[in-house]
């Protein structure tokens, strides 16, 4: 009897050791992912995962906050926060004074896009060639050549900053046919799968249809109806909506670039990447595959109606739907321990001023009326220069463009323009911050860095400016913007869900820039050359 009790007391003790091991055993990263879906919510500002919560299933974002490694303190370490910029940053791991692209276009004596190239004046194509480094993508493809790289989105720029150059396939929605396309910088023919999405229609079983709300009315947060709210044509700014694009009779062009403006925009995204996954037969075998997906129909949501809006909380619990039944469906078919989903956004949004300005200073701003005042201003001031010439080019926020080489021809000093602007910007009560690239030590410390940090000589412009916190770049009266160094456009969501990583929830600050090195470290290689971005992989372990 002795014995057996002595037994059984080294038994609980051997149980309690290898318990003790299991639980506190660090992650075996070594097990590579054979899927990675990196999910990018164009216009997802951080608070949205907390303000909708409630209403969230429990298989969509909420398997990222409740199951996966959130990240809660993930902000953009730079001004300029638009769609090129952000998924730059995401894919390269850098920001973008080092990645090349410092916003949707700059200047160069024309307005350049930023996947615009000209190989000579008569041959343009789309590109990912303004970046200056590889992606995630790219290196990935270099490090295992049967790798494969896709990546789909509603936006060109998205679907191409994302893909990088080596991507095997980068498509977007053409939101005048309801179609998707690439550039032939990557293939001219589209694959089979593709071609048969598109004989589906996928686009016009919603033709007629309505938008309705996903809840009883009285559990929505806001208010429906805004005279601060845009109405575009075949949507209107009020629930219920009928999907005709203004024209109930057929369908147009009108009702495919108002699908844009709709949750179901962002299943029709999700369900191509899903074909994808299945004729590409990515994550099949040993060689990890990446798709990117860009949900980039809530940024045309979040500009026409704003964060604080029925519209942007009900494409929210729509696309949560949607989002579970594409990660349950990837699940099944792969094993959840072969898939890591990755959940972040491009950047955030501001509110629309006239919602808040009773209680804060708030409101617009009209960047073209401004370069209009700074010339007449300056004509005033210098004369005219020849050939009537403007002294201000273009604003392209935070960058002021000035016509230098007709400065110069007109025997004026740049550096007292420059000057005249700066005491000129003095009386624009909205204006924050107006320098020359040689007053960036003038300014403190941490918003130095946001300015240097999106600051290229040659592309940049001669001065660079920016709004105090909620005011905005738009002066039409209605929706809202982005592209401040302000929380609500720099704060987003970073989560990881999936192959075998332990829940973890991480206040620490970090960038969207540690997402390539973290996942380039958990897929066992380096990114090459200088990334601002670091690997946190020590800290999801």
């Known amino acids: ?62 398997k990222f906050s409740d199951e996966g490694i959130n990240f809660t303190n ?23 004074r080092v990645h090349g692209i410092i916003g949707n276009a700059w200047f160069d004596g024309k307005y350049f896009p930023c996947i615009d190239y000209y190989e000579n004046e008569e041959s343009w194509k789309l590109t990912p060639q303004s970046l200056m480094l590889t992606t995630i993508g790219d290196e990935l493809k270099r490090k295992f050549p049967a790798s494969r790289v896709f990546a789909i ?63 009883h009315a009285e559990h929505y947060l806001f208010d429906d109806d805004s005279e601060f709210e845009a109405s575009p044509t075949g949507i209107g700014n009020t629930f219920p909506r009928i999907l005709g694009g203004g024209n109930p009779d ?28 299945e004729h590409e037969l990515l994550g099949r075998d040993d060689e990890p595959d990446l798709l990117w997906i860009g949900l980039s129909n ?37 094993g959840i321990e072969n898939v890591l989903f ?27 009326a401004f370069v209009d005042s700074m010339n007449k201003h300056l004509r005033t001031k210098f004369g005219q220069l020849k050939n009537d010439e403007k002294f201000v080019e273009i604003s392209l926020e935070p960058n002021l463009y000035l016509n230098v080489d007709a400065i110069l021809s007109s025997d004026l000093n740049l550096s007292l323009i420059i000057n005249e602007l700066k005491s000129y910007s003095k009386t624009y009560h909205e204006i924050e911050y107006f320098f020359g690239e040689n007053d960036l030590s003038e300014l403190s410390s941490e918003v130095r860095e946001k300015f240097e940090n999106n600051f290229i000589p040659g592309k940049s412009g001669q001065i660079m400016f920016s709004l105090k916190p909620f005011y905005i770049f738009k002066s039409d009266g209605v929706g809202t913007t982005h592209g401040s160094y302000h929380d609500y456009d720099t704060h987003v969501p970073f989560a990881l869900y999936g192959s075998n990583l332990k829940p973890k929830t991480l206040g ?34």
């Open 1 to 62: 009897m002795i014995f057996v009790m002595k037994y059984s007391k080294s038994i609980k003790y051997l149980l309690s050791i290898c318990l003790t091991i299991f639980l506190f055993q660090p992650i075996n990263l070594s097990a590579k992912p054979k899927l990675v879906v990196i999910i990018v919510v164009d216009q997802f500002r951080y608070d949205y995962l907390q303000t909708f919560y409630p209403f969230f299933t429990s298989n969509g974002f909420k």
């Open 74 to 96: 993930c902000k953009f370490d730079f001004i300029g926060t638009v769609t090129c910029v952000g998924h730059a940053t995401i894919s390269t791991g850098a920001n973008p």
């Open 153 to 215: 989105s509603g936006k060109d720029r998205a679907s191409i900053m994302m893909g990088g150059m080596l991507s095997d396939g980068t498509y977007w929605i053409d939101y005048t046919n309801g179609k998707f396309r690439t550039s032939d910088f990557y293939k001219r023919d589209l694959p089979k799968w593709l071609v048969d999405f598109h004989n589906s229609s996928p686009f016009d079983k919603f033709f007629k249809k309505t938008w309705e709300r996903s809840i």
């Open 250 to 277: 057929s369908i147009t062009s009108n009702f495919y670039s108002s699908m844009a403006l709709t949750p179901h925009s962002g299943g029709v995204i999700l369900d191509l990447a899903e074909k994808c996954i």
């Open 298 to 334: 809530i940024d045309a949501i979040g500009h026409a109606f704003g964060p604080e809006s029925q519209e942007i909380q009900d494409s929210f619990i729509k696309t949560d739907s949607l989002l579970a039944k594409f990660m349950i469906k990837i699940e099944n078919q792969l």
């Open 342 to 368: 990755i959940l972040t956004g491009d950047h955030g949004v501001a509110p629309v001023p006239e919602k808040i300005k009773n209680s804060i200073d708030a409101g617009r701003f009209s960047s073209r």
């Open 508 to 541: 620490l600050k970090c960038s969207p820039a540690d997402i390539a090195p973290t996942l380039a470290e958990i897929l066992g290689f380096n990114l090459p050359g200088f990334r601002c971005g670091k690997s946190l992989i020590d800290l999801i372990k």
